[in-house]
């Protein structure tokens, strides 16, 4: 289904994490949309929000919400995206949505620009689906390696931002750093133990085979976003004390011989992705290297001495940017292209 050149767009979560840097990325962009509809829980309903410098009212998110809108952008979670994408869906309306519900649907496509974009033009559901965050990053680094070496495993543990939890994973952080810091009892909320001054390796819950749910859309998702089905993903998700920006340390097998030469060359030129990759003179990324940007950075790259055809490297990105509203803002310039 094609899109309006200038469409009306809604943002179902307007006021969360993810959609406040929808609009941001919006905005930034040039985004060429008729009207903007900003739709939230009814708490929110009634507040104002300047975009683009106008004064924009936010609207409570209701089954009517999606008459006269072309495209809209869902981040609200899971269980409201399984309630309103279809309603949305129904009324015409593409629906982008952040939430793990309708991945794994293969009536659903799972994209990356960068990567699958052309998967983005055949929706039979009206739904388009925006991957898990760690996924898009660690994804943005393997790919170019893997168009020149064919990429056959990937070993990984992330590093992942309390922001990724939303406000309270921040709030989280700063409340128990406070504590700790006055000599205060700690208390734990939105974490099962302290994640000041500690990490903790759970995200997400625990299913059967003992890894988390986290741990499962890296392999799961990333064999449907590059089409390998044969692809094999081995991760453990971690979450740590830092505001914003995950980071990934990877290990990839390949089907070819790989260099390091070879494997830095492979990202001239490629969108998004950059290397920061000079050890010798202490260059190598770290999450504030690309908290608020929209590009994700590679360093680290060496040859793996365990594995055979391996490239051992480690990758940040922005989850609330590319890991996220950006990723999403991106599948709504494919569909109006
Ligand atoms: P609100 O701010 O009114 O609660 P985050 O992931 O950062 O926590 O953001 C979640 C987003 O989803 C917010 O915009 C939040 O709106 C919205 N939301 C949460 N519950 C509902 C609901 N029942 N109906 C509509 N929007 C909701």
């Keep these: 289904m094609s899109t309006k050149a200038q469409p009306r767009v809604a943002i179902a979560g307007a006021t969360g994490a993810v959609g406040v840097e929808i609009m941001k990325c919006l905005e930034s962009r040039h985004f060429p949309l008729t009207s903007l509809k900003l739709l939230a829980s009814h708490r929110s309903a009634g507040k104002q929000v300047v975009f683009c410098g106008k004064r924009l009212t936010v609207e409570e998110l209701t ?41 794994q649907d293969p009536d659903v496509p799972l994209v990356v620009p960068e990567i699958n974009g052309e998967a983005a033009l055949n929706h039979p559901r009206n739904i388009i689906a925006n991957p ?35 406000q309270h994973g921040i709030s989280e952080l700063e409340n128990q750093v406070r504590a ?14 302290q994640i000041a001054f500690n990490v903790l390796p759970q995200i997400d819950r625990f299913m059967e085979n003992g890894y988390t749910k986290e741990e499962l859309k890296m392999l ?34 390949f089907e070819k011989p790989v260099d390091v030469d070879t494997a830095r060359a492979c990202y001239d030129g490629m969108p998004g992705v950059a290397l920061m990759d000079d050890p010798a003179h202490g260059v190598w990324p770290t999450p504030l290297d690309s908290t608020n940007g929209d590009t994700c950075y590679v360093g680290r790259i060496r040859k793996d001495l365990a594995v055979p055809n391996a490239l051992n490297l480690w990758v940040v990105g922005d989850q609330v940017r590319k890991g996220a509203a950006l990723n999403a ?9």
């Design 63 to 103: 089954a009517d919400s999606f008459n006269n809108v072309d495209i809209a952008l869902f981040s609200a979670g899971g269980d409201l995206s399984l309630k309103y994408a279809p309603i949305a869906a129904e009324c015409g309306c593409v629906v982008i949505d952040n939430s793990s519900a309708f991945r």
């Design 132 to 166: 898990n965050c760690t996924t898009i990053i660690t994804l943005m680094a393997l790919y170019p390696l893997h168009l020149r070496f064919g990429l056959r495993t990937i070993i990984a543990s992330s590093y992942q931002a309390v922001s990724g939890s939303g």
């Design 180 to 193: 700790i810091v006055n000599g205060e009892p700690v208390t734990c909320s939105t974490y099962p133990r």
């Design 220 to 253: 799961n998702e990333g064999r449907k976003i590059m089409s390998l089905p044969e692809l094999q993903v081995t991760c453990t998700c971690v979450r740590v004390p830092v505001y914003r920006s995950h980071s990934i340390s990877c290990v990839a097998q």
């Design 329 to 337: 803002v991106q599948i709504a310039e494919l569909l109006i292209r």
